[in-house]
């Protein structure tokens, strides 16, 4: 039995804006895992299940744009083996689908990982290579991705993210005051596919508009990294504030979630804001240790599912 795991993510800021090649900054969120358990088979062929998903399918039967087979073509064809051997490959999580916490690249990851083991290529699954991998496949769950997710899940330490070409710019960053976060599940799935679509065809019809809420997102990135840098929590709750603003402009916040900000915020929250793609999905505020059960209570009272803290040290 070969396993391996990866975390799902949490983005700070610079959501949306991320993928116009503005700055952002995602953390791992280590306490939720995705798993991939790969044991050898006497039966032929490859199996593929995936208890979370309703999935146990024989992997010549998954759809061609099935995540998980996707993975198992991309290892096959970066390791250039003609054939794979009999296995049976188990998918779980504990990472929500659908919620902006980085599943499909989590689960993607741990895939990779696990079957670079059982392959006998464990040397080749160095973070740079389980994260171009599972770009390939976040392809067909958000159609343009910017390349963050699967970088966070991959390297598994906090990032300073710029997308451009030849290569993306990834700085680990420095925190010099520990950050305590509330995460809080609108219980609304929603698609990264689809919201990220949604505000490629508003750039396209008012450019000029979208660059500037880029450049408005890009500009709190950077001095959120210095706040970090310097241990100036104080200065990172308006920043939250002003990037959920522009959020709300590129139409990709929900009355769901826009409840959930300002319950946080009334309860004593430095700061909170959407964190993903929107439209649902998860939140995220700052608090402090003696704010943290009050505006985790309010959250709950204000319809979220499920609220998880998290401290960035």
């Known amino acids: 039995m ?3 795991s990866a975390p799902g ?50 992997l010549t039967d998954a ?4 995540p998980i087979a996707a993975v198992i073509r991309q290892v096959q064809t970066a390791v250039t083996l003609p054939t ?23 689960i993607t990851a741990a895939v990779v990982r696990a079957l670079a083991e059982f392959l006998g290529l464990a040397h080749l699954a160095t973070p740079a290579w389980v994260s171009a991998l599972t770009y390939e496949v976040e392809k067909i769950h958000h159609g343009t991705p910017s390349g963050i997710d699967n970088t966070v899940v991959a390297y598994e330490m906090p990032v300073y993210f710029v997308r451009q070409q ?8 420095t925190v010099a005051r520990p950050l305590h976060l509330l995460v809080a599940d609108t219980g609304v799935r929603s ?11 508003q750039w396209q019809e008012h450019p000029a508009k979208f660059e500037a809420l880029f450049d408005g997102c890009g500009r709190i990135a950077q001095a959120a990294r210095a706040a970090i840098e310097t241990g100036d929590v104080a200065a990172l709750g308006p920043l939250m504030q002003e990037n959920h603003a522009l959020l709300q402009e590129m139409t990709v916040s929900s009355p769901e979630l826009d409840r959930l900000v ?52």
Not at 166 to 173: A, D, K, L, V
Not at 263 to 276: H, V, Y
């Open 63 to 66: 759809p061609p744009d099935d």
């Open 84 to 106: 794979l051997p009999h296995m049976t490959i188990t998918v779980s999580s504990q990472i929500p689908i659908a919620s902006g916490l980085g599943s499909g690249a989590a």
């Open 262 to 313: 300002t319950a946080a915020i009334a309860a004593g929250a430095l700061g909170a804001k959407l964190s993903g793609a929107g439209r649902g999905g998860n939140m995220i505020a700052l608090v402090t240790p003696a704010t943290a059960t009050a505006v985790h209570n309010a959250l709950l009272t204000a319809g979220a599912k499920s609220v998880l803290a998290t401290t960035l040290a």
């Open 2 to 4: 070969f396993s391996a």
């Open 9 to 58: 993510k949490i983005i700070l800021f610079g959501e949306h804006a991320v993928v116009y090649g503005r700055p952002a900054i995602a953390v791992p969120l280590t306490q939720l895992r995705a798993t991939a358990v790969v044991t050898p088979s006497s039966r032929p062929g490859i199996r593929l299940i995936a208890p979370d998903l309703g999935q146990d399918v024989m």
């Open 166 to 173: 030849p290569q993306n710019h990834i700085e680990p960053f």
């Open 191 to 201: 698609s990264t596919k689809i919201a990220v679509g949604d505000v490629r065809r």
